[in-house]
């Protein structure tokens, strides 16, 4: 059998254990949202405890649901017993990973749990464990069987249970109407940030780099407008100061094949009427998404009473970490 082979049987184990946990879903996922939820109304917090692969796993998750509004902590099981269980208050909930359910340390971390006032989601493939008779809500991970060769080591589970914390995560997000601007501010740095933050405005070319020309001068003019400015296009308005038209160095070139009289001509007659634009209100994120579906290299940025005030050039983009 070739790696590759191997590779592809892998993925096709763990997929089918994703489909085996899908199926699973039951009542008990609704139970688990609506507790969690509540918990985060009532300005408690959840921690996640897990050993092992568990524990690794337990981190992403963690993250995820910090990340999207729902403070979310890591408790090591094993120092929880020697201080750190400082963390745990009454009202929190409890997210225990342990695929068998029947895991030494953090079996021993319950009776200590339960002399909070706190309420245990159990992510575990043991749905009669141990772990499960002592949680509030049970979510089953068990799948058909492990992508090891030799089904010991954790893979096809540690999958599905990573996929049932971030269908947690998601279902909790829509439960509590968290919003694309939330989500922002608790990325305000990255990619992520930056294209959830940042309005046209702030990503535009403006005043001397923004090149405009009035319909009514040449094109020889329009040129000169271009190469002060240091841009491939200018915008072109009317006489109310509206856009009217775009035209670029690429219309130039064209349009230099078919006239040989094309620097005299005015732009009224050779530009590109009704020219794709975009508010300087709008997200930076929205300009990108014109950029992937238009083939253009300049977009022109328009106010409220359609005057160009500015221009985003694509060759900004990746300089500003947007792409």
Known sequence: MSQLTRA???FDDEIKALHAVRDQLDAAFDKAVALVTLTLRNHGKLIVVGIGKSGHVGGKIAATLTSTGSPCVV???VDALHGDLGIVSDGDVVLALSYSGETEELLNLLPALKRFDVKIIALTGGPKSSLARHS???LNVKVPKEACPFNLAPTSSTTA????????AMAVVQERGFQRKDFAKFHPSGAIGRALLLRVRDIMRAGDRNAMAAQTMTVREALLVMTQAKAGSV??????GRLAGVFTDGDFRRLTVADDHALFQPLSKVMTK??????????????LKVFNERNIDDLVVVNARKEPVGLVDNQDLPKLKLM
Do not use: H, W, Y
């Open 8 to 10: 592809r049987e892998v």
């Open 75 to 77: 408790l090591n099981t």
């Open 136 to 138: 509030d809500v049970v």
């Open 161 to 168: 249970t990573l996929v049932m914390g971030d269908a947690l």
């Open 235 to 240: 915008s072109v308005i009317d006489s109310r």
């Open 274 to 287: 009704n020219p794709i634009c975009i508010r300087e209100d709008a997200l930076a994120v929205e300009a």
